[in-house]
C-alpha cells in the first residue's frame, strides 16, 4: 500500500506551480507539524531545517521511523524542502490546562498554510480526543481561534490553507469558523484529517454558513475518533488495511497519484457500529463520566487489535475489558454501563438489531465513501436529540 512517503518519492521534484496543491500536501503538512522543534520565530527553510535535525542524534531519539525517514526525505523534495516555514509556536500552560502547537509555512508569493498539531494513537492520544469531543469549549480552541487571527493579521495581504490531524482538524474548524468575515474571506480551504467533528448546537448556523463549503474532512474506513461527533461538511472516507485504532495514523491511508485512494464500500461496519454506540451512550449518561467510560472500551478494543467487525465479539471484548486497568479504575455504576456497552457492540456486530434503518436478515448495506454523493453514516447526534 503507498502511503504519503512514497507520494514524496514520486512528486517530490514537481513544485506547486507544476503540480497544484492537493489534499496529500495538506496531510504531509498536518504530519509534519507533529515534529518536536522549539519555537521557531524566524524565516527557515524546511530543507534547512530538516537537515539540521537529521544530523543530531539527540534530536533524532525522539521522533518515531516515520517522521525520521520524513525528515530524511525533504532535503531531497524540492515540493517541500524549498518551502519557509514563517511561525512555529508551541505552548504549555497548566492554569487552564493547554497544550498547543501550530505552525505556518509559505506555500507561494501569497499563499499560507496555517497547520494545528493534533494527538495520535497511543492512549495518551485517545485520553485527549475523548477529552476534546466531550468538553468542546476547551481554552486549546480559544488558542487555536487566536493562533490563526495573529498569523493571517501579520500576514494580511496572503490567501490561506488550514490543515489539522485529530484534535487539529478540530482546531482548524473551531478556528474558522470564529475568524473575523474579513479572515473567512481569504480562506481557500480548511482540512481535517480524522478530526472528531462538530456538535451542531455550539455553533450558530450564522458563524459558519458561509465558511462551510471551504471545509473538507478525510476519515479512514475504519475511524473512530473522525465518528466521535457530527460532520455537516463534505467527508470522503479513505481505504487503510490497518486495525482501527491505528488507522488514526494517515500513514496507514493509502494513496495515488494526487490523491487519497477512497475506501470502495465507506466506512467498515464495525467503525458505523461504533459510531451507533457513540450516540446511544453519549446521550444517556452524564457528559463528565463518559471520558472514563470510553477510555475503558478504547483500552479493550486496543488490546483485541480489532481490524474489522467480525472481531466484535462479546466474549473476547468483555473479557479483555474486565482485565483493563482503565475499567478497574471505573466507579460500580461505570462499571455496569461498560459492560452494556459491550453487549451492544457485540449484539450488533452480530444481529445488527441496534443499528437503524438496518434489515436484520441481512449484512450493513455498504454506504457512501462521498458524502456529497450519500450518506457515510446512519445516524446523527441532531437526530437523536431531536427525538427526545
Avoid at 246 to 257: D, F, Y
Avoid at 333 to 362: G, W, Y
Wanted: glycine share 4%; aromatic share 10%; proline share 5%.
Amino acid at each position: 500500500m503507498a502511503n504519503i512517503l512514497n507520494y514524496m518519492r514520486w512528486r517530490g521534484d514537481l513544485p506547486f506551480s507544476i503540480n497544484k496543491f492537493n489534499s496529500i500536501d495538506a496531510a504531509f503538512f498536518a504530519t509534519f507539524v507533529y515534529l518536536p522543534f522549539p519555537t521557531i520565530n524566524k524565516k527557515i527553510l524546511l530543507s534547512d531545517l530538516a537537515s539540521e535535525y537529521i544530523n543530531n542524534q539527540d534530536m533524532l531519539k525522539k521522533v518515531n521511523g516515520y517522521e525520521k525517514e520524513q525528515l530524511q526525505l525533504i532535503p531531497f523534495c524540492k515540493r517541500y524542502g524549498d518551502l519557509e516555514i514563517l511561525d512555529w509556536t508551541n505552548m504549555i500552560k497548566t492554569n487552564p490546562p493547554v497544550q498547543f502547537s501550530a505552525a505556518t509555512f509559505r506555500l507561494n508569493k501569497n499563499t499560507i498554510l496555517v497547520a494545528f498539531r493534533g494527538t495520535d494513537g497511543s492512549m495518551i492520544g485517545i485520553k485527549e480526543d475523548i477529552d476534546l469531543s466531550f468538553h468542546p469549549k476547551t481554552s486549546g480552541l480559544t488558542v487555536a481561534k487566536h493562533y490563526l487571527q495573529r498569523i493571517a493579521t501579520q500576514f494580511n495581504n496572503d490567501n490561506i490553507y488550514i490543515v489539522g490531524h485529530s484534535k487539529g482538524g478540530m482546531f482548524s474548524q473551531y478556528a474558522a469558523i470564529f475568524a473575523p468575515q474579513f479572515i473567512q474571506d481569504r480562506i481557500i480551504k480548511v482540512y481535517s484529517f480524522d478530526g472528531p467533528g462538530l456538535m451542531h448546537n455550539y455553533y450558530s448556523p450564522s458563524k459558519y454558513k458561509e465558511v462551510l463549503p471551504k471545509f473538507i474532512t478525510y476519515i479512514p474506513e475504519g475511524s473512530i475518533f473522525g465518528l466521535m461527533l457530527d460532520h455537516p461538511e463534505h467527508v470522503l472516507v479513505v481505504k487503510s488495511n490497518a486495525n482501527m485504532l491505528k488507522q488514526h495514523n494517515i500513514i496507514q491511508w493509502e494513496v495515488a497519484r494526487n490523491g487519497f485512494v477512497l475506501a470502495s464500500n465507506g466506512l467498515t461496519n464495525a467503525s458505523r457500529i461504533l459510531r451507533h454506540s457513540f450516540i446511544s451512550v453519549n446521550t444517556k449518561i452524564p457528559i463528565n463520566d463518559r471520558e472514563s467510560l470510553w477510555m475503558a472500551i478504547f483500552s479493550a478494543l486496543e488490546s483485541q487489535n480489532v481490524v474489522d467487525f467480525s472481531q466484535l465479539r462479546d466474549s473476547k471484548l468483555r473479557s479483555a475489558i474486565n482485565l483493563s486497568q482503565a475499567y478497574m479504575s471505573l466507579s460500580p455504576q461505570l462499571k455496569i454501563v461498560a459492560n452494556e456497552v459491550i453487549s451492544i457492540i457485540a449484539t450488533s456486530a452480530k444481529n445488527h438489531i441496534n443499528i437503524p434503518f438496518i434489515n436484520k436478515a441481512k449484512l450493513l448495506k455498504p454506504l457512501s465513501n462521498n458524502s456529497n454523493k450519500g450518506p457515510i453514516v446512519d445516524d446523527s447526534y441532531d437526530q437523536t436529540m431531536q427525538k427526545k
